[in-house]
């Protein structure tokens, strides 16, 4: 195996944090509402599920814009993003999991916990999530532990 250019490394470098940009961004359009900016990072053909209820998996950017709408206005969340692993694919491609705890707003009680399984295609020079599959290890309203 050949070893890696400076400049390959760099660009791979610079894709890694791009990518784990990802997250971090939509854990932030999460905490201040904005599921506009939030559905723009996902390509317009992008799929979200939940882990266990894949038939009802939501498609497209703007029907994910109509759902973190609607999430935004059941929950004032505080999302936290931890332990972001990045896998890359190809010079487009890339595959991650990304782990979450949500807090309620002002941190008063806990929600839920559990990791993302991303995966990411760069389209015109951007990295966008391509899908996300949810994996809970906690249900909404429900301590750990209880």
Same mark, same amino acid.
């Given at each position: 195996?050949?070893?890696?250019? *400076?400049?390959? /490394? %760099?660009?791979? #470098?610079?894709?890694?944090?791009?990518?784990?940009?990802?997250?971090?961004?939509?854990?932030?359009? /999460?905490?201040?509402?904005?599921? &506009?900016? #939030?559905?723009?990072?996902?390509?317009?053909?992008?799929?979200?599920?939940?882990e266990? #209820?894949?038939?009802?998996?939501?498609?497209?950017?703007? !029907?994910?814009? !109509? %759902?973190?709408?609607? &999430?935004?206005?059941?929950?004032?969340?505080? +999302?936290?993003?931890?332990?972001? *692993? &990045?896998? /890359?694919?190809?010079?487009?491609?890339?595959?991650?999991?990304?782990?979450?705890?949500? /807090?309620?707003?002002?941190?008063?009680?806990?929600l839920?916990?559990?990791?993302?399984?991303?995966?990411?295609?760069?389209?015109?020079?951007?990295?966008?999530?391509?899908?996300?599959? &949810?994996? #809970?290890?906690?249900?909404?309203?429900?301590? +750990?532990? !209880?």
């Open positions: 195996m050949a070893e890696k250019s *400076i400049d390959q /490394l %760099v660009a791979e #470098m610079y894709d890694r944090e791009a990518i784990r940009e990802l997250p971090r961004l939509y854990c932030h359009y /999460l905490w201040i509402q904005d599921p &506009v900016k #939030m559905a723009d990072l996902f390509t317009e053909d992008a799929t979200i599920c939940i266990g #209820m894949e038939d009802y998996a939501i498609s497209g950017r703007d !029907k994910l814009a !109509k %759902v973190f709408r609607r &999430v935004n206005a059941r929950y004032a969340s505080q +999302p936290f993003i931890h332990n972001h *692993i &990045v896998n /890359l694919e190809g010079p487009d491609r890339a595959t991650g999991y990304a782990y979450y705890e949500i /807090l309620e707003q002002g941190g008063a009680a806990y839920a916990a559990g990791y993302y399984r991303d995966v990411y295609r760069k389209v015109d020079g951007e990295w966008k999530f391509e899908s996300r599959k &949810v994996h #809970m290890s906690t249900d909404f309203d429900r301590t +750990p532990g !209880k």
